[in-house]
Nanobody, 115 residues
Framework: QVQLVESGGALVQPGGSLRLSCTGS????????MNWVRQAPGKGLEWVST???????SYADSVRGRFTADRDDRTNTMYLQMNSLKPEDTAVYYC?????????RGQGTLVTVSS
């Protein structure tokens, strides 16, 4: 069955950096669009980025220029490098397979940006 496992979340000060990872199994990773989404406390799911094989990577306006997503299809892993973190980036971060809002997703990893 499809499994997605995120890791790398932590408490970080404003202006800091984190690198999240997501490893997929149970499907042919290289064939799928993969996304990062997040959910802040008390809010709905928010799209962060999409890595579409052959079409590159796109980003939400709120993270463009600060976050970089990439993927390694040899190891079925995708990454989210997050720089210049802000308190409003605080959220549980998920990777999703396929459609960003309705696709399979993992258990998430918590990122807290606070001084």
């Amino acid at each position: 069955q499809v499994q997605l496992v995120e890791s790398g979340g932590a408490l970080v000060q404003p202006g800091g950096s984190l690198r999240l990872s997501c490893t997929g199994s149970g499907f042919t990773f290289s064939l799928y669009t993969m996304n990062w989404v997040r959910q802040a406390p008390g809010k709905g799911l928010e799209w962060v980025s999409t890595s579409n094989r052959g079409f590159g990577t796109s980003y939400a306006d709120s993270v463009r220029g600060r976050f970089t997503a990439d993927r390694d299809d040899r190891t079925n892993t995708m990454y989210l490098q997050m720089n210049s973190l802000k308190p409003e980036d605080t959220a549980v971060y998920y990777c999703t397979k396929g459609a960003w809002e309705t696709g399979d997703r993992g258990q998430g990893t918590l990122v807290t940006v606070s001084s």
